[in-house]
């Protein structure tokens, strides 16, 4: 038992580095967790594709996709790697995830030769981004119940609805959407999946802006707008098989929390003086800070667990399932506790004043939407007890009823 | 990256799970918690056979020589079932504590025997309901004699040999050292107690100018009993998550099993997000455990890290999971010809035998003030 890597990822890891300290600036761990950037989001945009042509012309951008796509050809265990190598460096991130993630996932597996031979490549070096066009106001956990509709027109299809949680819509070039077709037939069996040019006339964006102030997520809304049946997904009917190929993608594209951890909250406590003495020495406080190095440490070892079958070439345990579970309510309530040790001060969320930049605030702000993007708490449970333990689906009122038939906000 | 155990250590595990599913059966653990047995004995000369109990014994000393990390394959196995055996009196503790301490006197005269399991071994901390620490300790050794009370000790009544903490004299955590005694002189007494868990035999002790001899270095039994106590959480951890998986499959078979409402129960979320919760915790505890179990085995400098770790964990996934457990059953979880029981006692058993979970959070916490210094 050992985290020694096998000589061939040694070698592996040892490329990517030199490659890396080639290329990139490492990064600064002083104060990196509390180091944001002040560049605008569109400077960042423009970094960042200069960072993704490199990357890809390197192999480095796609190591598990085929050579002919552009990937290396690499396993998964060469993929990670790869991620713990660049972690240690300053480099873009948080705007090819979800369309190198899932968009282009789902096209290999459903789009003609010729549309891959056009999209793949440019998705993947950078030239365009693309988004996910999946969530609705009335349909959240329960995607299936979307209501964005399709209509055949000739040659193409009409689409009329809205969007929302749609990451990074204001800056993407293309899409991918799953619509409803036939509202007469049961809900999983009238959808229809599409990409589409984010540009094309009818598609206006709108940015939703959050409790922590930031806005990466828009509405997106629908009017009359024109998609060539080409550019269809899958036959007429079967969105949601196609939809399935995304969602599968999903829980690998969502990455584990990051932010402020046990080590910062040992050192606020450290610093912070309470009314007995040091918050360090404060009983509570220890208690705390022990659970939450203890969970830290178990889920860092649970992925270890992971990367060892994907080492030895076997398909992972059931084990990593656990890790959003865990990270997004550790988040949101050591914000919280860690807020609670500067008193009344804890409300300060003033770069100045606020301890690490007031990294603890703005994590309890952002931790409230993390336990829900991505399949909230209660979902992913619901995917343990089914998936992991083989408990029974809920009993379900909508499976095998007409869609507008079924009970819904506007139709109690 | 390989962290998982060897094929080798796997094939003793199923060997280990093939005789205890064989031989230790609830109703087998039954039979001690409803008699006056203090362990059950064919389940243990079993163990002893198949060499588990000398697994990581030296082999000049009469064990088989392998390591720490056959002993926690081991330990996961004893704790799914329950066992109501003195595994870990006799080998985590007295003589893992033998090994670390003992002079080449003292393993020649004792290792041979724990490893055979001809005799049972323990450790005698505790002198009633406070955690033991150098203060609070009033047994004495001096002049050879040990001189005091200890309750409650593991195995107390059918150990022939323990290691015992005891006030030398000297002042702060110097107070203490840990001493060697045959538990079988006249000089010794003993009667067994009552416990929350009756599957695991408890006895009160009291020696009156009973003859001891020193282990390891006077004044320093704190240290060395601590560092007896991190590796014993390891193992304690394994035994731990083994009971945790126990319990969770236990309530998750009933609540497939059992219908309210015209449904099985484990439709329901309430009952599908607690066993989705045990899971969660028992998963991390696991990841936590097996890296307590690469620390140990390497001999590794953060031991007390990597064990408080893992206990803390998996202390906290067994509570949750037997008292669970309990409740997904109903009223029938609750009575006494119900299995939940074994878990639900055992998991507080294990809680405390080495001390609760907010001492070893303290524990913890002082580790990373050390590695940490700002």
Redesign the interface.
């Known amino acids: 038992?050992?985290?020694?890597?096998t000589p061939e990822?040694a070698k592996f890891r040892s490329e990517a580095r030199e490659w890396l300290t080639a290329n990139a600036r490492q990064r600064d761990t002083s104060n990196a967790k509390a180091s944001v950037s002040n560049k605008s989001e569109a400077e960042r945009l423009v970094r960042a594709k200069q960072w993704q042509a490199l990357k890809a012309e390197a192999g480095y951008a796609a190591i598990t996709w085929p050579t002919e796509y552009g990937g290396r050809g690499g396993t998964s265990?060469q993929s990670v790697i790869y991620s713990q190598e660049e972690a240690n460096f300053d480099v873009p991130r948080g705007f090819f995830e979800i369309g190198l993630g899932m968009c282009i996932p789902t096209m290999m597996k459903w789009a003609t030769p010729e549309q891959n031979e056009r999209y793949v490549k440019p998705a993947l070096f950078g030239e365009e981004v693309w988004c996910q066009l999946f969530s609705e106001p009335a349909a959240g956990s329960d995607v299936a119940g979307l209501r964005t509709k399709c209509e055949r027109d000739g040659d193409d299809w009409i689409i009329n609805g809205q969007k929302v949680w749609t990451s990074g819509a204001h800056f993407c070039d293309y899409g991918i959407i799953v619509t409803r077709s036939d509202p007469t037939v049961p809900k999983h069996k009238g959808l229809t999946f599409f990409f589409l040019d984010m540009k094309t006339p009818g598609i206006e964006i709108r940015p939703i802006k959050q409790i922590s102030g930031g806005a990466g997520f828009n509405e997106v809304f629908f009017n009359d707008v024109r998609v060539p049946d080409s550019q269809r997904l899958g036959d007429v009917g079967e969105g949601w098989k196609v939809s399935l190929t995304t969602l599968m993608n999903e829980r690998l594209a969502i990455g584990g929390g990051s932010g402020v951890d046990?080590?910062e909250l040992?050192?606020l406590a450290?610093?912070t003086e309470l009314e007995e003495g040091p918050a360090?020495k404060d009983?509570n406080v220890?208690?705390k800070?022990?659970?939450w190095?203890?969970?830290s440490?178990?889920?860092?070892?649970?992925k270890?667990?992971t990367?060892?079958a994907?080492?030895k070439g076997q398909v992972p345990g059931a084990?990593s399932s656990?890790g959003k579970?865990?990270s997004g309510p550790k988040m949101q309530d050591l914000g919280s506790f860690a807020m609670d040790i500067q008193g009344q001060g804890g409300i300060l969320q003033d770069g100045d004043e606020s301890p690490m930049g007031a990294a603890f605030q703005n994590q309890w702000l952002g931790a409230a939407g993390y336990r829900i993007a991505g399949g909230t708490d209660?979902i992913?449970?619901?995917i343990?007890?089914?998936q992991?333990?083989?408990?029974?689906?809920?009993?379900r009122v909508d499976k095998k009823v007409p869609f507008n038939e079924l009970a819904s906000n506007s139709k109690k | 990256m390989n962290f998982d155990f060897s094929d080798d250590q796997k094939m003793l595990k199923d060997q280990a799970r093939k005789f205890l599913e064989d031989k230790c059966s609830y109703a087998d653990v039954r039979t001690v918690l409803e008699s006056d047995a203090s362990h059950h004995d064919d389940v243990w000369q079993g163990l002893c056979d198949l060499g588990f109990t000398g697994a990581a014994i030296p082999e000049e000393y009469g064990g088989l020589g392998l390591g720490a990390l056959e002993l926690c394959v081991v330990a996961e196995e004893l704790g799914r079932c329950a066992a109501p055996v003195p595994f870990s009196s006799s080998i985590y503790m007295a003589a893992e504590a033998l090994k670390l301490g003992g002079s080449e006197a003292l393993k020649q005269a004792w290792l041979p025997k724990l490893a055979s399991g001809e005799i049972i071994g323990t450790l005698a901390a505790a002198e009633g309901p406070a955690a033991p620490s150098p203060r609070n300790t009033k047994t004495t050794f001096a002049n050879g004699k040990l001189n005091g009370r200890k309750l409650p000790v593991p195995d107390g009544e059918t150990a022939s040999v323990a290691i015992v903490l005891a006030n030398t004299g000297g002042a702060g955590e110097q107070a203490v050292s840990l001493v060697v005694v045959d538990l079988t002189q006249s000089s010794v007494t003993r009667s067994s107690v009552e416990t929350i868990d009756p599957t695991r035999g408890h006895a009160e002790i009291n020696f009156e100018d009973a003859d001891a001899t020193l282990l390891g270095v006077a004044g320093e039994g704190w240290a060395l009993m601590k560092r007896v106590e991190a590796g014993a959480a390891v193992l304690v951890a394994f035994e731990q998550v083994g009971g945790t998986e126990a319990a969770l499959h236990m309530a998750k078979d009933y609540s497939l099993d059992r219908y309210a409402f015209g449904r099985q129960i484990g439709s329901y979320q309430a009952i599908k997000h607690k066993l989705a919760d045990m899971y969660v915790k028992l998963e991390l505890a696991r990841s936590n455990a097996y890296y307590g179990a690469m620390v140990l085995a390497q001999e590794g400098a953060d031991l007390e890290l990597a064990a408080a770790s893992a206990r803390i964990s998996a202390t906290e996934a067994y509570r949750f999971a037997a008292q669970e457990c309990i409740q997904v059953h109903g009223g029938i979880g609750f009575t006494w010809e119900a299995n939940p029981q074994f878990h639900y006692r055992r998991s507080k058993l294990l809680a405390l035998s080495l001390g609760s979970a907010s001492r070893w959070k303290n524990r913890l916490v002082a580790e990373l003030e050390k590695s940490n210094v700002a």
């Open positions: 038992m050992d985290f020694n890597d990822e265990i046990h080590e040992l050192k450290r610093e360090i009983s220890r208690e800070l022990a659970d190095y203890v969970q440490q178990g889920l860092k070892y649970t270890f667990r990367l060892t994907l080492s084990e656990i579970i865990v209660e992913l449970r619901n343990v007890s089914e992991v333990l083989g408990l029974p689906q809920d009993i």
